[in-house]
Each structure stands twice: as C-alpha cells, then as structure tokens.
C-alpha cells in the first residue's frame, strides 16, 4: 500500500506536465507584474543562493536588476514542455527555463537561457 502512496504521488506525466506548464505561468505573471517577492520564491533554494552571492545583494533585488538588464525576459508563449523524472525544461518564445521538483513543488533553476549548438544552454540566472 505505501508503494502506492508513493507512486501515486509523483502523478502522471501529464499531470506533470500541467504542473510544470502552471509554474512556469505563474513565473511569467510575476514577472511581467514586477513582482521580484514572487520571482524569488519560485526559484531553486540554490539557484537563490547563487543569484543573490553573484549580485552581492537580496534576491528581490538582484531579479529586479536581471529584469531590467533583460537577462531574464517577458518570455511569451510555452512552446513545449519537456518533464524527465523530477526535472523540466519549457521551452517559450523568446527564453527556455529549467525546472526541478521539491517537496514544496516545482521551482525553477535556470532561467534566461539561451540554447547553444553543441553545449549546455547559457544561462543569466542559475544554481551553483
């Protein structure tokens, strides 16, 4: 029965999907409100940390300066979605984010990524 429970917890892969697809929304909101308390929240503890150690400054401010700076931009539309296991990938208009699952949901780990032939995406916000 607790196998179950378990498995039952992690939710179907469109289920994922739609969980993922909903974050990454309220991410965009977020951003296009200007709301840095929100953005902050919807990141990876590490990837906070790393953009707060990077900036020499609190998290609300340093998204506020990546924004301004269009390192992390109005994206528009989800073009797709990718959810491999507990980590995703959306890939948007103008920006792809990345995303990982934690017992409080999902929270995004990179974002202003850009894709480049041959390599990892490069991205402006990111965990260390």
Not at 55 to 82: K, Y
Request: proline share 5%; net charge neutral; charged share 25%.
């Amino acid at each position: 029965m607790a196998v179950l429970v378990s498995i039952g917890a992690c939710g179907t892969l469109p289920e994922r999907r739609d969980e993922v697809t909903s974050e990454v929304t309220r991410f965009q909101q977020a951003l296009g409100a200007g709301r840095h308390e929100q953005l902050c929240a919807a990141l990876a503890p590490a990837t906070r940390e790393e953009l707060e150690h990077t900036a020499e400054s609190r998290c609300e401010r340093a998204i506020g300066r990546a924004i301004a700076e269009r390192e992390v931009p109005a994206a528009g539309a989800v073009q797709g979605v990718d959810v491999y296991g507990d980590q995703a990938r959306v890939v948007l208009e103008r920006d792809t984010l990345f995303l990982a699952r934690f017992p409080a949901g999902w929270k995004v780990t990179a974002a202003g990524c850009v894709p480049r032939p041959e390599r990892p995406h490069r991205c402006a916000v990111k965990g260390g």
